[in-house]
C-alpha cells in the first residue's frame, strides 16, 4: 500500500458504497484494482470467493489474477473470480443450464459460425440481396443483444421493410440457436441479464455469491452489460468501477461512454475518485494529450500530469507519397536504436487501418529490422481452415455438433433451417447428437424425404471417411475428404477473386502437410502409431499457442492499428498517417462524428512514453489516382509550442532530399565504425 499514491489509496479504501474511479492513461488502475482485492480480502475479510473482477480481455484478466497472487496467498484467493465479462456470463450459464433453456454440452458460436447460420436462414429469404445483407444483419442482431432486445420486440418495434427483415432474420437465428443447444458470444451476457431479470431467486443467489464486483474499463460496457453488473449490484452498490471516457473507442462495436455518467443518475451517492498522476509519459507528450482532448465534452474533467520532466518535442513530419513517410519512419527507426544503443521493441508504429502497414512492412525489410504485425489474422481462425477443421473434429468426435453445425452445408447441400431445425428437436427427443441421428429410419416422418435422404447421404459418406482415419490410411481420408466434396471448387466459387481463391486453397493444403509432419513424427516417435485424432487435438493446441504468442516480447518494432494500441505502452511512437479522412476517419467526417476519433487520438498520443513523432504523406494513392492531402485538425488542436514541424515544403526539391539521405547514411556509417 506505500506505493500508492494519495487518489489511489483513497480509490483503495473506500468500500462502503459504489465507486467510480475516472482512471486516466498510465495512472496505475490495475494497481489499484489488484491492491483493492488484496485489501478485501485482508483488511475488510471478504472471503475472495465473494469478490468478482471483471475486464474485457484474458490478457488483461491473467495479469489481473497473477498481481493478486502476488499480494495475497494462494490458500486466501482460492475462489476469486478473475475474469472478462464474457467468462463470468459463460459461468453462470453452466450454472444454470435448465432456468436459462439450455443443456449440457452446448455449443459456443465465433462469429464466423453465426454468420454462416444466418446466411442459411436468409437464403430462405425473396432476393439475392438477403445474402448480401449478412454482414449488416448480424451487426444489427448483435446490437439488439447488446441493448437486451428481444426477437419478438424487434419485429414489434421494426419501422422499416429492412428493420422488419432484420427482425425476422433475428428470430430465426435466435430459434435455430435455441434447437441445436448454441449460444453465440453476446448471448454471455444477454442470457444471463435476462435470467436475472426474470428469476429473482436466481439473482439473489449470484448476489450471494458475488458480493463485491470490480470493473476494469468501464468506459468499455455496452447496455447489457451495464445491467448485468446494476443487477448484480443492487441494493447497496458494492461495486468499484474504473474508467476513462476519454479512452472510449468502441463504440463501432456498442460501447456506451455514457454508461459512466448513467451511474451518476442510477446511484445518486457515487462516489468519484480521479487518478491524473500518470506514471507512464513525459509533461510535453501529456500537455499534447490534455489540451486535445480538452475539445471534447466531458461529463467529468480531468488532466494528467507527471514527474517525469518535459521531455522532446513533438516531431510532425510531413512527406512527399507514402513511400517517403514509410522510408522515413524505417530509417529513422534505424538511425535512432542505433545512435541511443536501443532495443527493436522500444518502438511502436501506430495507424488508422491496417492496410497502411504494406509499405512499411516492406522499408522494414528492406533494412533488415524484426518487425511485428500485432493484431494481424491467426491462421486458425480463417474461414477455410475453420472449415476443415470442422470436418476432421467431426471425424474423430461425432458428438461434435457445433462443428457438424457449420459444416453440414458446406459446401452446399441444400440442407435448410428449417431441416436442420427439425434435425435437432428429433436428435433432443432422442438424447443424442445431431449427427448420430442423420441416418435415423424415422426422420423422414418427421421431415420432408428429401431432406432427410440429403442428411442420410451425408452421414454415410463421412463415416466412410472415418473408416480410414485410425490408420495407416488417415492422410489419404483427409486428401479424399477435400477432393470428394470439391472443396477447392466451393472456395474459388465463393472468393472475392481469383487471386483470393488460390491463397485460400493453398491455406488448405498447408494445413493438410502440417497434418502429414505430425504424423511422421509420431511414427518416428512412437514406434509406428499413428493418430489422426490425437494429431487434430494438437492442432487445437497449435491453434491457442498462435493465439498467444501475439504477447510475446521478442525484439521487434512493433506495427498495430490505434485500436489495438489500447492499454500499451512503448518507449518510442510514431504515428503514421495523421491526415484529415484517415484520423479523423473519412466516415467520421460525414456523419459529423468527431468526438470518438478525436479520443482515437487521445489513445494515440498516450501511448508514448519518451518520445513521439507525427508523419503525413502529402499526396497518397487512392483508387488508381493521386490525391493531395490535409493534416489531421487534430494536430492544429495541439499545443504549437511543442511541435517540430520537419520537411515540410522541401519534399518535392529532389537535391535536398538526396543532401538528406546522404548525410543520413554518413551519419550511420560513422555510428557503425
Known sequence: MSKLNPRQQEAVDYADGPLLVLAGAGSGKTSVITRKIAWLIQERGIPARHIAAVTFTNKASREMK???????????????IVSTFHNLGLRILKSELKACGLRNGFSILDGADSKEILKEILRQGESERDLDAVDVIHKRISSWKNALVLPEQAVSTAETDEDLRAAMAYSGYDRMLRVCNAVDFDDLILMPARMFHEQPRILEKWRNRIQYLLVDEYQDTNGAQYEMVKMLTLPEGKFTVVGDDDQSIYAWRGARPENLAQLQEDWPTLKVVKLEQNYRSTGRILKAANTVIANNPHEFEKSLWSDYGYGEPIRFSALRDEEAETEWIASDIFHRRLQKGLQWKDFAVLYRGNFQS?????????????????????????????????????????????????????????????????????????????????????????????????????????????????????????????????????????????????????????????????????????????????????????????QQQEEDDSDRVQLMTLHASKGLEFPHVYMMGVEEEFLPHRTSIEEDNIVEERRLMYVGITRARETLAMTQALTRKQYGERIDTTASRFVDEMPQDDIDYLGIGIQKDEAKEAEVAEASIANLRALLD
Not at 497473477?66 to 476469486?80: H, I, K, N
Open 66 to 80: 497473477e498481481r493478486v497472487q502476488q499480494l495475497v496467498s494462494r490458500d486466501l484467493t482460492r475462489g476469486l
Open 358 to 546: 504494406r509499405i512499411l512492412e516492406m522499408k522494414l525489410q528492406s533494412l533488415s529490422i524484426p518487425y511485428k504485425v500485432s493484431g494481424g489474422k491467426s491462421f486458425f481462425s480463417r474461414s477455410e481452415i475453420k472449415d476443415l477443421m470442422c470436418y476432421l473434429r467431426l471425424l474423430v468426435n461425432p458428438d461434435d455438433d457445433n462443428a457438424f453445425l457449420r459444416i453440414i452445408n458446406t459446401p452446399r447441400r441444400e440442407i435448410g433451417p428449417a431441416t436442420l431445425e427439425k434435425l435437432a428437436t428429433w436428435a433432443l427427443k432422442r438424447e443424442q447428437g445431431l449427427y448420430h441421428v442423420c441416418d435415423d429410419f424415422a426422420l423422414s416422418e418427421v421431415m420432408n424425404p428429401k431432406a432427410a435422404e440429403k442428411l442420410q447421404k451425408f452421414k454415410a459418406w463421412l463415416d466412410a471417411k472415418r473408416q480410414f482415419c485410425f490408420g495407416q490410411n488417415s492422410l489419404q481420408a483427409v486428401q479424399e475428404l477435400i477432393t470428394d466434396m470439391d472443396y477447392e471448387g466451393w472456395l474459388m466459387q465463393n472468393a472475392s477473386s481469383p487471386r483470393i481463391g488460390e491463397k485460400n486453397i493453398e491455406n488448405i493444403w498447408q494445413l493438410v502437410r502440417s497434418i502429414e509432419r505430425m504424423l511422421e513424427k509420431q511414427e518416428d516417435d512412437e514406434e509406428g502409431a499413428s493418430d489422426l485424432e490425437s494429431v487434430i487435438k494438437k492442432l487445437v493446441l497449435l491453434d491457442m499457442l498462435e
